[in-house]
Protein backbone atom coordinates (compact mmCIF):
# COMPACT_ATOMS: atom_id res chain seq x y z
CA UNK A 1 0.00 0.00 0.00
CA UNK A 2 1.67 3.21 -1.30
CA UNK A 3 1.60 6.06 1.28
CA UNK A 4 -0.05 9.42 0.05
CA UNK A 5 1.85 11.67 1.60
CA UNK A 6 4.98 9.83 -0.21
CA UNK A 7 3.33 9.68 -3.28
CA UNK A 8 2.45 13.61 -3.40
CA UNK A 9 6.12 14.53 -2.52
CA UNK A 10 7.17 12.02 -5.65
CA UNK A 11 4.43 13.80 -7.76
CA UNK A 12 5.74 17.17 -7.24
CA UNK A 13 9.16 16.43 -7.97
CA UNK A 14 7.90 15.12 -11.47
CA UNK A 15 5.81 18.33 -11.72
CA UNK A 16 8.57 20.39 -12.15
CA UNK A 17 6.06 24.00 -13.12
CA UNK A 18 3.58 22.56 -10.07
CA UNK A 19 0.98 22.87 -12.05
CA UNK A 20 -0.62 19.87 -10.83
CA UNK A 21 -0.21 17.76 -14.17
CA UNK A 22 2.28 16.02 -15.55
CA UNK A 23 2.97 16.38 -19.01
CA UNK A 24 5.29 14.09 -21.26
CA UNK A 25 8.46 15.91 -20.75
CA UNK A 26 8.32 16.64 -17.47
CA UNK A 27 7.86 12.53 -17.30
CA UNK A 28 10.95 12.05 -18.78
CA UNK A 29 13.09 14.76 -17.36
CA UNK A 30 11.90 13.40 -14.11
CA UNK A 31 13.37 9.68 -15.03
CA UNK A 32 16.30 11.10 -16.65
CA UNK A 33 17.42 12.76 -13.21
CA UNK A 34 16.32 10.03 -11.15
CA UNK A 35 19.45 7.96 -12.53
CA UNK A 36 20.26 5.96 -15.61
CA UNK A 37 16.45 5.41 -17.23
CA UNK A 38 16.42 7.42 -20.28
CA UNK A 39 13.42 7.52 -22.41
CA UNK A 40 12.02 9.43 -25.72
CA UNK A 41 9.84 11.48 -25.02
CA UNK A 42 7.42 9.51 -27.13
CA UNK A 43 8.05 6.59 -24.79
CA UNK A 44 7.35 8.81 -21.94
CA UNK A 45 3.77 9.91 -23.45
CA UNK A 46 3.18 6.26 -24.42
CA UNK A 47 3.85 5.42 -20.44
CA UNK A 48 1.26 8.39 -19.39
CA UNK A 49 -1.44 7.26 -21.71
CA UNK A 50 -0.92 3.71 -19.98
CA UNK A 51 -1.95 5.63 -17.04
CA UNK A 52 -4.39 8.71 -18.21
CA UNK A 53 -8.04 7.64 -17.29
CA UNK A 54 -9.57 10.94 -18.72
CA UNK A 55 -7.47 11.18 -21.86
CA UNK A 56 -5.79 14.21 -21.46
CA UNK A 57 -2.66 12.96 -22.15
CA UNK A 58 -1.57 14.69 -18.92
CA UNK A 59 -0.92 12.63 -15.52
CA UNK A 60 -3.12 14.36 -12.41
CA UNK A 61 -2.34 13.50 -8.86
CA UNK A 62 -5.65 11.20 -9.10
CA UNK A 63 -3.98 9.29 -12.02
CA UNK A 64 -0.71 9.17 -11.06
CA UNK A 65 -1.99 7.41 -7.00
CA UNK A 66 -4.03 5.42 -8.88
CA UNK A 67 -1.54 3.82 -10.88
CA UNK A 68 0.58 3.38 -7.76
CA UNK A 69 -2.37 1.48 -5.79
CA UNK A 70 -3.38 -0.87 -9.02
CA1 LIG B 1 3.30 20.27 -14.86
CA1 LIG C 1 -5.27 12.61 -17.36
Not at 10 to 21: H, P, S, T, V, W
Not at 26 to 53: M, P
Amino acid sequence: MADIEEARKQFERIDADGDGLITPAEFKTALAQGGDWNVTESVAEAIIASRDLDGDKLMSFDEFWTYLNK
